[in-house]
């Protein structure tokens, strides 16, 4: 039997664009396949610790983050943007094009009063920073302190705007800015969480886990809720009827069959990060505890943070509690002030004055406190401090007269932020607002985008180059990207 080598290996009877259009769906199976193949050697490459610590993208002071957040918006102009022009024209309209759309441009076309600052500001530090007089403390450490003023969200409402600013997106399901950090850079002890959360005493934010969840990133990087009283974590504490001995061998068998089932299921991120959780839980029995027991702090921190005063007590103990974090390596701390968007929150439709003045009453020792704490021990160059909230206010109410006691309406137009710490140019500003603080001056826009990209750079993270595949999409905490604010990295 002979064979003609020259002849080809099959013989197809039909054009090109017949092959083509017949082998459609077996190439587009071949495009799944190659994508499924890169999310398989993304799970596989992933190291066997998923909070091992990484090398960061660029060479950065910050090893840690305290992410402070004000629940409900706070009211930039009677906090860090001073405005006089408010107090000229207040119980008038604003007139004229202010440059807004949308709801804003909404309420302004019906009667309006605007509200000028009820509070007192002055310039503070070599920087000259203008500082409401409800923030005494902080003012003194105003040199410290870069600000970002007229960043924008793209919901006036407090739901997404908390998710905007706290996961990048302003629908629920994405990852918190704490996961990214962490899934970036991993933990510096293995002995505690990577990411803890202490929320505010009296209850949770809007949206409530969500907050700090991992999303779409493996279960493993979510943030850890520390109790404010007892145990730190639910369910941490060791039956008394069971020896540590015991409880290993017990982990060890657990730890034995999860990993037979995750054998042959290497993309099931959950069971992965619960069998990291049970390896943490263990070593935490005995440092979690430790961590969150104030009884061996000296009278002077306790005075320093006002641990002894009721306004400033539980405030107090959560950035005392975050700076012990820092001490003992743990990567990412969110705070929480304010409670959904009652009148324990920062939400001040009426009443802006009393409530302002409670609201700040209750964080400006503390705050200031956590700042000078850090600094004392060295621990501030290697810690990035952010002081964020969902949204800004409005300067004016809807109504042709501020009557006797007027508040503010939410403004996604000019959020105002500062950071501290690490290579943060201390006394620099990025952004402006008009003359009203409505929104961003002409030229200034900023977007949330961009301060996150700048939390990321702070921290040592490019956030373009911060990715993870999912649903067919390469996501980043910045969506679409964001430009990093060189004005404030030193």
Known sequence: MSTDIHSPPFAYP??????????????????????????????????????????????????????LFMQGGVSQMDSFDYKPRLRELHGKPITGDVGVSGE??????????????????????????W????????AKRVDDLAFIYGIETDNQNHGPSTYH?????????????????????????????????????????????????NGYLPAAYQGTLFREKGTPILNLARPNSLTEGEQRREFDAIRSLNELHLSSRPDASELEARISAYELAFR???????IVDLSDEPQSMRDLY??????????????????????????????????????????????????????????????????QDLEQRGLLEETLVVWASEMGRTPFVPSASTGNNPGRDHNSKALCMWMAGGDVKGG?????????SLRSAAGEEIHVRDAHATILDLMGLHDKKLTYRHAGRIRMLTDIGGEVLHKIVA
């Open 14 to 67: 039909g054009t090109r664009r017949n092959f083509f259009h017949q082998a459609f769906n077996g190439l587009g199976a071949l495009g799944l396949g190659s994508v499924l193949a890169d999310d398989l050697r993304a799970a596989d490459s992933a190291p066997p610790n998923p909070l091992e610590p990484r090398r960061p993208h660029l060479r950065r002071k910050a090893k840690h983050c305290i992410f």
């Open 428 to 436: 620099a500003t990025a952004g402006a607002t008009d003359d009203y």
């Open 165 to 213: 600013v706290t996961t990048g997106s302003q629908f629920p399901g994405a990852p918190s800015v704490g996961s990214w950090i962490q899934y970036g850079l991993g933990t510096l002890n293995q002995d505690m969480p990577g990411y803890v959360v202490i929320q505010d005493p009296r209850g949770s934010p809007v949206n409530g886990a969500a907050v700090w969840a």
């Open 284 to 290: 935490m029995q005995t440092a979690a505890p430790e």
């Open 306 to 371: 006002g641990l002894d005063k009721g306004k400033t007590a539980g405030f107090g103990r959560q950035c005392l509690l975050a700076r012990r974090l820092v001490e003992r390596g743990v990567r990412y701390t969110m705070l929480v002030h304010g409670v959904q968007i009652g009148g324990d929150s920062w939400d001040h439709h009426g009443g802006v004055k009393g409530r302002m003045i409670k609201s700040c009453g209750e964080v400006d020792q503390p705050v200031a406190a956590l700042l």
């Open 104 to 129: 804003l441009q909404g309420k302004l076309s019906f009667p309006h009063a605007c509200v000028g600052s009820p509070f007192e500001f002055k310039q503070h530090g070599k920087s000259g920073r």
């Open 131 to 138: 500082i409401s007089e409800l923030f005494p403390h902080l």
